[in-house]
């Protein structure tokens, strides 16, 4: 034998992901490439003196999980030890989030902000209790009078901070608030501590952006984090100007700088996918494009492991907050808009349509953020326009979220072999909260992959870190039981799909997405040595306790990043 393998598995499933869902027992890595799947008789031959060969023990061998949807350098400062961790379960109450201020504030100097990432009014019992509840700056004004508290909520849509905060960044009952913005106010016109969507840059435009040393660090720590669950590739949806305002900049141009920094030093230890930001979440056609140009060349010396792929464009908001522009009113009234510039919806959907356009004849795939079910229409509609003016092979263009993705849309975009990229975990996160928004019926149907992959549509899934956790086995249990995080209430039955077709959203279409699925995505031989293991028949496993299973070995490239085998 001239070559003997690097690592051999056998002993296990081995779920191939390949066009037949073909599952072996044994599988060989040789020079980060796999070189034989199949049985322990086809990989023998190939085990020398230097070979590890892992016995998986009954467990599952898997490709690599690729979150195609994931702020990496956000999800990493959101999270201790660079954040407090202010989501479920690790806070309850507005009380149990005062008193974990609290305990930060006497262990920071004076003068410097205090900061946390995660609070949901879905699992806040006060507001849970009485929805009319929200946070607000007198909750925080008691427990840090002097200190500055920036509080970023679960989905980056929302912003809650105290007194002390809105008096540095100057904001009172005349400031106004930028278009597709609000400062929420009291009964008396002053403002309470809440900003929702635009009105956010006020806050961040204050604090101190991210040095260079907090990006790496934020980076390497969600590196790590995606290591020890098996993620060996994630997209960045978002870097560039758009995002120098967002989370101290962490969705910002000098990121992209500084992953690039970290490839150059070998700590890239998962593949990266990037999508430009040029703008922010109100624009118009002529700031966007004239801000993509001016990004220039975006090639890189090493595309299978960082390659900008694209640009992101952002059409509305988000449920919670009631600005995804939606066919029906929310209830209570209302059905949000487009959040691009325009003084009627004919005029924003011209523009969304003119910004799409024009990343599209620049060559770009366009991953457009967009959830209400008018606005994921408008999209689509963009979409097609685009292609059929300027015809291109193999754009890709996809719809981020999605999460009442219509029918006329699912039927657009698989004529055009467009995707959507769906979020189970947050599925699994608000499905309790949002039929008081929208009612028991278009909250059950929300994120529809039965009906999208039905379609024909190329369906992915990402978390959305910091949104969610990007705990994708979760998101597989998600996607497989529809049902929700905090009553295990089942949400939308009839948008239930089986376990394989979960998998693949987060393996081979998450592939598609990137232009990889030739290298990656599957486990078949001449592919990329990206593997996940865990420890337990998958296919067999009880959905409920798949979200347990875990993961005990990671590997990139033919490189181990994870390792808990203990062999």
């Known amino acids: 034998m001239d070559t003997y393998a690097d690592l051999v598995f056998h002993g296990g499933r081995v779920v191939t992901v390949d ?81 974990a201020v609290r305990d930060a504030v006497g262990r920071t100097p004076a003068g410097q902000w205090v900061t946390g990432h995660g609070w949901d009014t879905g699992y806040l019992a006060e507001c849970v209790a009485d929805p009319a509840r929200q946070p607000s700056r007198a909750d925080l004004d008691a427990v840090s009078p002097d200190h500055p508290v920036v509080l970023y909520s679960f989905s980056g849509h929302a912003t809650w901070v105290n007194s002390r905060a809105l008096d540095l960044i100057g904001i009172d009952r005349d400031t106004v608030a930028p278009p597709g913005g609000a400062i929420v106010a009291d009964a008396d016109g002053e403002p309470t501590g809440l900003l929702h969507e635009g009105a956010q840059a006020l806050i961040q435009n204050a604090l101190p952006p991210l040095s260079r ?3 790496a660090d934020a980076i390497r720590s969600n590196l790590a984090a995606l290591a020890r669950l098996g993620i060996t590739s994630y997209t960045e949806p978002g870097l560039g100007p758009g995002g120098d305002g967002i989370m101290r900049g962490a969705l ?33 056609a002529e700031e966007f494009a004239r801000t993509l140009t001016a990004l220039g060349d975006r090639g890189d010396a090493d595309p299978r492991r960082l390659a900008v792929l694209g640009v992101k464009v952002f059409a509305d908001g988000i449920v919670p907050n009631k600005t995804s522009w939606m066919h029906e009113p929310y209830v209570g009234g209302g059905c949000g808009s487009l959040c691009v510039s325009g003084d009627s919806d004919d005029e924003r959907t011209a523009e969304i349509e003119a910004i799409v356009r024009h990343a599209h004849v620049a060559g770009y795939q366009v991953g457009v953020h967009v959830t209400g079910d008018r606005a994921c229409d408008a999209v689509a509609d963009a979409f097609a326009a685009a292609q059929a003016e300027h015809p291109r092979a193999d754009a890709r263009h996809y719809v981020i979220h999605g999460d009442f993705l219509t029918p006329y849309s699912m039927k657009v975009l698989a004529a055009h072999d467009f995707g959507v990229n769906m979020n189970p975990t947050i599925k699994w996160t608000v499905a309790d909260m949002e039929a008081e928004l929208v009612g028991a019926e278009r909250a059950a149907y929300a994120w529809p992959y039965r009906d999208a992959i039905d379609a024909g549509v190329r369906v992915a899934s990402g978390s959305d870190a910091p949104v969610t956790s ?32 979960a998998i693949r959203t987060y393996t081979i279409a998450a592939a598609w997405q990137d232009f990889a699925e030739d290298w990656k995505g599957s486990l078949e031989p001449g592919k990329v040595a990206d593997l996940c293991v865990l420890d337990g028949d998958l296919l067999a496993a009880d959905p409920h306790d798949i979200p347990t299973m875990p993961v005990v070995l990671t590997v990139v490239d033919g490189e181990v990043v994870h390792d808990a085998l203990g062999d």
């Not at 690039?260 to 624009?283: K, Q, W």
């Open 19 to 99: 066009a037949e869902f073909s599952v072996a027992s044994a599988l060989a890595v040789t020079g980060g490439i796999i070189t034989a799947v199949g049985e322990r008789a086809d990989v023998e031959p190939l085990i020398g003196p230097g070979t590890r060969v892992v016995d998986l023990r009954g467990g599952t061998l898997l490709p690599g999980i690729n979150d195609s949807h994931l702020h990496g350098c956000a999800f990493g400062m959101s999270t201790p030890p660079l954040s407090l961790d202010l989501s479920h379960p690790a806070v309850s109450s507005l009380a149990d989030v005062a008193e």
């Open 213 to 215: 040393q907090e990006r």
């Open 252 to 284: 910002g141009a000098e990121t992209l700088d500084v992953y690039r920094e970290l490839l150059a030093n070998g700590e890239l230890t998962a593949r990266l996918g990037v999508l430009l930001l040029p703008t922010g979440m109100t624009s118009t």
């Open 470 to 501: 990007p705990d994708w086995r979760q998101g597989v249990a998600t996607m497989v039981l529809r049902e929700s995080k905090a009553a295990g209430r089942v949400s939308g039955p009839e948008q239930r799909i089986g376990l394989a077709e």
